[in-house]
T-cell receptor, first 114, second 112 residues
């Protein structure tokens, strides 16, 4: 059974720092990996989607990488801002098609200090 | 704008009651999903549906039921058999894996 782990569970840094959030998964047979952001009491907002054949995706100050063979992904946030404070979730979809949902990590709770 | 609408935002259930959470999407997505989120835990899959009139149990389906009579709608009923229903419920949809998943804003269910 696929397991997804996110490290660290919580992170607090001063504004302006670059930071890296980590995600690891136990079964490398994935179809894709998706990073989400969740604000308190809200739904999930998709940040980046990386297909299994891709190595990285970029959107603005965000860059996500994928190393499928080692079962790892990182989310890099450049020049962090207080508005980046949220919980970041990593989720993988297994390969083989079908529509049986994503497996999620427990998230990294990020606080950016002004 | 296309998206997923969940209602209500907050729901209170008395002991022994069945309650239904609504999920509607106008994205023309084939697949829809229900997840449950509890503090300190990841999201867990309750039910999913790939096409109209078909749905499959996820990891924690006991005490829940769903229907998929229309492509746009995937309501979730929390039955009295669900012993610990207090949680945040999230509905999602996808066209296929290539485009990822879109989530609604969630329903917070509390037992009173």
């Amino acid at each position: 059974k696929q397991e997804v782990t996110q490290i660290p569970a919580a992170l607090s840094v001063p504004e302006g720092e670059n930071l890296v959030l980590n995600c690891s998964f136990t079964d490398s047979a994935i179809y894709n990996l998706q990073w989400f952001r969740q604000d308190p009491g809200k739904g999930l907002t998709s940040l980046l989607l990386i297909q299994s054949s891709q190595r990285e995706q970029t959107s603005g100050r965000l860059n996500a990488s994928l190393d499928k063979s080692s079962g790892r992904s990182t989310l890099y946030i450049a020049a962090s801002q207080p508005g980046d404070s949220a919980t970041y979730l990593c989720a993988v979809r297994k390969s083989g098609g079908g529509a049986d949902g994503l497996t999620f990590g427990k998230g990294t709770h990020l606080i950016i200090q002004p | 704008d296309g998206g997923i609408t969940q209602s209500p935002k907050y729901l209170f259930r008395k002991e022994g009651q069945n309650v239904t959470l609504s999920c509607e999407q106008n994205l023309n997505h084939d697949a829809m999903y229900w997840y449950r989120q509890d503090p300190g835990q990841g999201l867990r899959l309750i039910y999913y549906s790939q096409i109209v009139n078909d749905f499959q149990k996820g990891d924690i389906a006991e005490g829940y039921s769903v229907s998929r009579e229309k492509k746009e709608s995937f309501p979730l009923t929390v039955t009295s058999a669900q012993k610990n229903p207090t949680a945040f419920y999230l509905c999602a949809s996808s066209m296929d894996g290539l485009y990822g998943y879109t989530f609604g804003s969630g329903t917070r269910l509390t037992v009173v």
